[in-house]
């Protein structure tokens, strides 16, 4: 599906308004947001997992297979069909190298135990997530089964067991992750791109969140919904610092931080 004309606009719209909003590290005085620039956002950590994780993506781009697409999110503005390649999928859903590379430098920065994933896919990012919380484990949500049997198969292959996948929707499965959780430390939200579901998961996530929770939304401009499913977030009470990088948001709530928004160029 193509993107409409109006949808076009607001998008070229709003990315011209981040460009000009955005600073960089040196325009920011928060000493807890520059080093998180300089450590996680700006840093490239690079280290052999990766380039098993990467092959593997690799293999999904190159890949002949079709499968059976059960889309629980907002769909696709690509694909309206339920069978799918693979290959496609894999080339318009799935975070770059660098997006995910940055959610492992995120775990491993704020040396996350407790790590939950919206939107598994084939589990690229649900790799790099469970080696930056390599002490503790990753729980990730997934409501396609056959998408989720091919995330399945590469935990298996990179034997990565720090990884607890929850095949069902968002809604149903999310009361029970955060259950069995008890806490979370970083919060992925990857799927379902809409104003209430965004919102509502955030609040459901919010009853196990702490000071040091970090949440990471993409797609925060992907539509006008979730450009106000993000307006809601930054103006909830317990959220103090947020990052919009265009594509990806990172909330905080840490208390001793004066509430702020940063917009960045990444
Ligand atoms: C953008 S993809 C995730 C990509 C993955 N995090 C990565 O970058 O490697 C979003 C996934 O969320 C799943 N999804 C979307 N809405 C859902 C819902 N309401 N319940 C369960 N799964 C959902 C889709 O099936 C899709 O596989």
New binding site residues.
Partial sequence: MELGMSDQFRQIGSYLGHLVKARNRHGVHSPFVYDLISQVLRSSTELPEFGTIEALRDDLLDSEQTIR??????GSRVFDLPVRRVAD?ART???TPQQ?QMLFRLARYFQARNVL??????????LYLALGADEGTVYT????PQ?MRIAQHHFDQLKQRNIVPML????S?LPETLQRMGEADLV?I???HAKE?TVDYFGQCLTKAHNDTVFVF?DIHWSRGMEQAWEEVKAHPRVTVTIDLYNLGLVFLRSEQAKEHFTLRY
């Fill in positions: 697409v059960n889309d629980l999110g907002a999928t859903a799935l975070k995910a994933e919206l939107g598994t896919s084939f589990g690229i990012t649900t949500i997934e409501g396609c998408t069902g929707s968002f809604r499965k992925f990857d799927g379902h579901p993409d």
